[in-house]
């Protein structure tokens, strides 16, 4: 079955340390999305990338880094310089055309402890 | 820029009754609207969407939900509520934001189905 796999599902981070949350699809789509979800918030974009070797800033970039070297594959890196990142983070792909909506994974819980 | 807003943070409602999540929005040009459901510590799930044509539209799991233009809504019912429809409902809109297409998601209605 075709779909969006994030991993892992939970992860715990020490002060000061750079992190990377794994975002794969098998669905051939070209357009990928990192989100970050917090209560009561709903979810903010923090990334985008439309295809393969490039990538946009979202709503709320800071402190986060993202690669897009294969169509499949769109890894978040959660850095130092990310004060709160304590969070669920969501990662969605889109079909041609945006009519059927995305397509999302099933999160990755990070926590600092 | 395209925005959505969903006014109430928690609908409760008792199982067996009508189940109604309210949404508006803003976008400029013709709305592309969708329904999203999340369960705990899980991604959204589609629901349905109005892209064009009926505006009352039906989607999974008993859902349906009915374009208003006039009054730029699109609220989310279900004519009898189930414990199991207790979860996180997301209503998002197509548009345009610096320069790129992309789904804006309202905050979310956490939805309490009370057997």
């Known amino acids: 079955d075709g779909g969006i796999t994030q991993s892992p599902k939970y992860l715990f981070r020490k002060e000061g340390q750079n992190v990377t949350l794994s975002c794969e699809q098998n669905l051939n789509h070209d357009a990928m999305y990192w989100y970050r979800q917090d209560p009561g918030q709903g979810l903010r974009l923090i990334y985008y990338?439309?295809?393969?070797?490039?990538?946009q800033k979202g709503d709320i970039a800071e402190g986060y880094s993202v690669s897009r070297e294969k169509k499949e594959s769109f890894p978040l890196t959660v850095t130092s310089a990310q004060k709160n990142p304590t969070a669920f983070y969501l990662c969605?792909?889109?079909?041609?055309?945006?009519?059927?909506?995305?397509?999302f994974g099933s999160g990755t819980r990070l926590t600092v402890v | 820029a395209q925005s959505v807003a969903q006014p109430e943070d928690q609908v409760n409602v008792a199982e067996g009754n009508p189940l109604t999540v309210k949404c508006t929005y803003s976008?400029?040009?013709?709305?592309?609207l969708f329904w999203y459901v999340q369960y705990p510590n899980r991604g959204l799930q589609f629901l349905l969407k109005?892209?064009?044509?009926?505006?009352l539209v039906k989607g999974s799991y008993g859902f349906e939900a009915e374009f208003n233009k006039s009054q730029t809504s699109f609220h989310l019912k279900k004519p009898s509520a189930l414990v199991s429809d207790s979860a996180l409902y997301f209503c998002?809109?197509?548009?345009?934001?610096?320069?790129?297409?992309?789904?804006?998601f309202g905050k979310g209605n956490q939805v309490v189905v009370i057997p």
């Open positions: 976008v400029s040009g013709n709305p592309y």
């Open positions: 998002a809109v197509w548009g345009r934001s610096h320069g790129n297409n992309r789904l804006a």
């Open positions: 990338s439309q295809i393969v070797n490039d990538f």
């Open positions: 109005y892209i064009t044509g009926d505006n």
């Open positions: 969605a792909s889109l079909p041609p055309g945006g009519f059927d909506g995305y397509t």
